[in-house]
């Protein structure tokens, strides 16, 4: 195993690869990643299925099959998706089994044209736990207000559930408020606490683009100093939020009837900007018990020249709430920030969504 990624996962953090190909599973590529670099997991989105469909052959004797078939086009997305989750699922199932089904997750996310319509959503997490069935499945649920409490239902009816796509504190709040809830729901209906699992994607790199950009149209010298500070910040005081939950009598109570913590996840920590360490995201957000989803170009580079030193969440606190501060004075609107980004990210997903039905219909139209 990696040395550089042996030490983050002994420093508690999950290492999970933020991507998805019927190409990585046929090839044995993901049971390398699972042996040589820790992966324990893996997540998927619209943008990485459109991905995986444009390129190579690897789709292509199932398109043929369900081109003959006459299938609808959503139909045939979803038995495509559906069918890798499945076998990325049987993959890392002896991961999930050594970590009690801690680790070993995957994750599908609900057709994000949804994420305003909560009846909808639930509807979907429900379909999609069904025609996956595996036991390591997270189904992927948008942290839209609309999304709250199809989070709840689903994890009262004992689905496990990744939240995705928060960005502010107060929606994480929400978030976690949405889960313990269902929870309670789910005990409240005789449901074996310990079998369902959650996490909670607070995106990390989009932050620092969004108000980058931001600071860049200000112009000042002391804008200038706070690039590529803020993304860090909020995470770490989204972990802030996660440590007051976890010292809550309402998780004791879950807690001893068997619950699991809903971990803090970072995701989007691929780095966009080039001025800025390819690790940055990874480094700088080590603490245990989180997750961190990785696209496989951040992977390698923690692997070939990452450096895990200890705990970098906790100390800091203080120095994330000056961050924040700082912004604020800098003229940085923090609740206009994290509202763009919400809307940004419900337009991207439904915008690859789109472009994933308009490739299966162009292959089921050549098949």
Do not use: C
């Not at 997305?77 to 995957?106: E, M, Q, Y």
């Not at 796509?165 to 978030?175: A, H, K, P």
């Not at 390819?278 to 700088?284: G, H, P, W």
């Amino acid at each position: 195993m990696n040395e550089n990624l042996k030490r983050l996962s002994d420093a508690g953090v999950s290492i999970w690869l933020d991507d998805i190909s019927r190409e990585r599973l046929r090839s044995g590529n993901l049971s390398a990643l699972i042996r040589d670099k820790n992966v324990t997991g893996v997540t998927s989105n619209p943008t990485i299925f459109a991905s995986a469909l444009s390129k190579g052959d690897a789709y292509d004797a199932q398109l043929r099959d369900l081109a003959t078939r006459g299938v609808t086009v959503e139909e045939a997305v979803r038995a495509i998706t559906t069918f890798d989750i499945r076998w990325a699922a049987d993959v890392l199932r002896p991961v999930f089994d050594a970590t009690r089904g801690v680790d070993g997750r995957v994750s599908i996310e609900v057709d994000p044209r949804l994420a305003r319509r909560t009846d909808a959503t639930i509807a979907e997490a429900r379909a999609l736990w069904w025609m996956v069935d595996r036991p390591n499945v997270h189904i992927k649920i948008p942290a839209t207000v609309e999304g709250l409490p199809a989070i709840t239902q689903a994890i009262a009816e004992g689905i496990s559930v990744n939240v995705t796509l928060i960005f502010s504190l107060e929606r994480y709040r929400q978030v976690l408020d949405a889960w313990l809830s269902g929870l309670e729901k789910a005990k409240a209906n005789g449901l074996d606490l310990a079998t369902i699992e959650s996490v909670a994607s607070f995106f990390v790199s989009r932050v620092d683009t969004e108000i980058d950009s931001r600071l860049d149209k200000i112009g000042t010298p002391e804008a200038a100093e706070l690039k590529g500070r803020a993304a860090v910040a909020n995470a770490r005081l989204a972990y802030a939020a996660y440590e007051e939950v976890m010292n809550s009598p309402r998780w004791q109570t879950l807690r001893a009837a068997g619950a699991h913590p809903q971990r803090p996840l970072w995701a989007s920590t691929g780095v966009k900007n080039p001025d800025f360490p390819d690790t940055l995201y990874v480094e700088q957000l080590v603490t245990a018990g989180v997750v961190n989803t990785m696209p496989e170009k951040t992977l390698d580079a923690s692997a070939d020249h990452g450096r895990i030193s200890g705990d970098t969440i906790r100390p800091f606190y203080q120095q994330a709430w000056d961050v924040m501060a700082s912004l604020k004075q800098a003229g940085i609107d923090y609740d206009d920030v994290v509202r763009a980004l919400e809307e940004e990210g419900v337009e991207k997903f439904e915008t690859s969504w789109g472009e994933l039905l308009e490739t299966v219909d162009g292959e089921l139209r050549k098949a």
